[in-house]
Nanobody
Framework: QVELVESGGGLVQAWGSLRLSCVASGSIASINSMGWYRQAQGKERELVAEIINGGSTKYADSVKGRFTISRDNAKNTVYLQMNSLKPEDTAVYYC???????????????????WGQGTQVTVSS
């Protein structure tokens, strides 16, 4: 069973910075993508940034130029560096992993997705 553990959230003033980390543990044959989503109070969960196997990245328009996603493959860890934070960035940030693993026969694989528990980011004006 794969588990994601997030850290790095907190309270920061506007224009400040935070760095989120997400460590994946458990049985993983391959990772297809890792990403960060956020959900503000009363709103739907939205994609913030994603890094796909191979290194290509995708960002929400609202964070382009301010946030940077990176990944340490050896540590199964994804980071989100958030700069120039704004009050509207306030939300619970969730880590997501899409990957595959082997069945018990080790001859076939299956795809799975897993979410972290979330970490609160609060930006004060």
């Amino acid at each position: 069973q794969v588990e994601l553990v997030e850290s790095g959230g907190g309270l920061v003033q506007a224009w400040g910075s935070l760095r989120l980390s997400c460590v994946a543990s458990g049985s993983i044959a391959s990772i297809n993508s890792m990403g960060w989503y956020r959900q503000a109070q009363g709103k739907e969960r939205e994609l913030v940034a994603e890094i796909i196997n191979g290194g290509s990245t995708k960002y929400a328009d609202s964070v382009k130029g301010r946030f940077t996603i990176s990944r340490d493959n050896a540590k199964n860890t994804v980071y989100l560096q958030m700069n120039s934070l704004k009050p509207e960035d306030t939300a619970v940030y969730y880590c997501n992993l899409e990957g595959s693993d082997y069945y018990s026969d080790y001859a076939r694989t299956y795809d799975f997705g897993v979410w972290g528990q979330g970490t609160q980011v609060t930006v004060s004006s």
